[in-house]
């Protein structure tokens, strides 16, 4: 039994533990919605705490962020914000802004009082400084989306070279089958996992043919391969991978010009695949080899080809720039070498663990208000600077004033409209 005020909504509640199975939980609900009990709505729960006063709107927001948080630097910016770090950023923001607000109106009320007051010159100095202070906090703070937007990884390659193994192997898991046969996997297959602790989706795709080599009458293969395109259009790194105890170069020259085709601007990571397969010397000259032919190749669209709404003209040339650290040998069936390729993918995606133990994140709500604020207080300042005295801009600074301080509200929760906050506490899983 938790007794208000000291309970986490302020109010007295109990609670019930029910050992045993989870029929005899559903039993006592059941039986406790009869007494005239009802269940939780979604969010409910840290409402209440927002409502009466125990939390604010930020932290209420950071509690639906660590619920969802996807990554470690997620979960550290949602345990700041239930911890008061936007809270205090906004307190502080407006403190400064209500400061130059009581300055203003009091050179209204005051006009005929031998009273010094600040200047023009001075109250726009402090306005700008909060106006560039909230800009800058607005534009550093890392995004905190409502449904967190992973980044891609597809793994690329003709068939059988091992790219199913590679996607096992890359997230510990059996995601896909693995055979012997060529073109087991016919469609997408995506796994999520993590890198540098950010969280990130892999994705095998079903081995790439010519377009001219797509048989008419096998309706899966082709979806599979319009399935694989869309997934490589749409990747932030492609790993393309080759086999190491197959030396057919050439072919893999030429899927690598489909592949560039489909995403000509994303990262790109040569995995030499089953490097167990060959003796180090040779896998070492392959690498090489393979480097040296790749780099000084520009690869040639032959054919008009459309992916999503990027459209290439017929011979239109996709240069293609790699250099040693793009190439590395692997064995998804060892693992010998799968830290430096995770590496390396993390050094794409530009994924580091040096952040902050505090790093503010925002979501895009809050940002807009944010720079809402800041806009307000710059443009007051601007009335100011150009004032002889405080008195003859005061009515126009003051409603700036007055805008800046009801947008740092709506983060706050101090000013803030009912359809608000129906979509914050909308995202609460029932019962949160």
Do not use: W
Request: aromatic share 4%; charged share 20%; hydrophobic share 45%.
């Amino acid at each position: 039994m938790f007794r208000a005020p000291r309970s986490y909504t302020r109010q007295d509640v109990c609670e019930l533990h029910i050992p045993g199975p989870a029929v005899a939980a559903g039993a006592l609900l059941a039986a406790l919605i009869e007494a005239g009990a009802r269940t939780a709505q979604a969010g409910e729960f840290t409402a209440r705490a927002f409502f009466s006063g125990r939390i604010d709107l930020s932290a209420a927001e950071g509690v639906a962020d660590i619920i969802d948080a996807t990554d470690q630097a997620q979960v550290r910016s949602a345990v700041a914000a239930m911890g008061g770090q936007v809270h205090r950023l906004c307190s502080a923001a407006a403190a400064r802004i209500a400061d130059a607000l009581a300055a203003i109106e009091a050179s209204i009320d005051l006009a005929d009082e031998q009273i010094e007051l600040d200047s023009t010159s001075v109250l726009a100095s402090n306005l700008t400084d909060v106006a560039r202070d909230l800009d800058d906090v607005a534009r550093r703070a890392s995004d905190m989306p409502d449904n967190a937007d992973r980044p891609r990884i597809v793994i690329a390659g003709r068939p059988n070279v091992g790219k199913s193994s590679l996607l096992n192997a890359l997230t510990g898991s059996d995601r896909a089958i693995v055979s012997a046969m060529a073109g087991t996997t016919r469609g997408v297959l995506s796994s999520a996992t993590t890198l540098e602790g950010a969280a990130v989706v892999i994705q095998d795709a079903a081995g790439f043919v010519a377009p001219d080599q797509l048989g008419a009458a096998d309706s899966l293969e082709t979806a599979g391969q319009h399935a694989a395109r869309s997934a490589v259009a749409a990747a932030d790194v492609i790993l393309f991978v080759l086999d190491a105890s197959r030396d057919d170069l050439e072919n893999d020259r030429s899927l690598l010009r489909e592949v560039r085709m489909a995403n000509p601007s994303s990262s790109l990571v040569f995995v030499l695949n089953k490097s167990d397969l060959v003796v180090q010397a040779s896998c070492l000259q392959r690498t090489a080899e393979i480097f040296m032919r790749l780099s000084s190749d520009e690869a040639a669209a032959t054919q008009t080809t459309q992916v999503g709404c990027l459209h290439y003209k017929e011979n239109a040339p996709v240069r293609v720039h790699y250099n040693l650290h793009d190439i590395l040998a692997v064995s998804a069936a060892t693992g010998e070498g799968l830290n430096a390729l995770r590496a390396a993918m993390a050094r794409k995606l530009a994924l580091s663990t040096a952040r902050p133990g505090e790093a503010l994140g925002l979501h895009l709500r809050q940002k807009r208000c944010l720079l809402e604020a800041a806009r307000d207080a710059r443009q007051a300042a601007t009335l100011l600077a150009a004032a002889r005295q405080v008195a003859d801009v005061a009515e126009l600074a003051s409603i700036d004033l007055r805008q800046a301080l009801a947008q740092l509200g709506q983060i706050s929760g101090q000013v803030v409209t009912e359809d608000i906050l129906g979509r914050i506490f909308g995202r609460f899983c029932v019962g949160k």
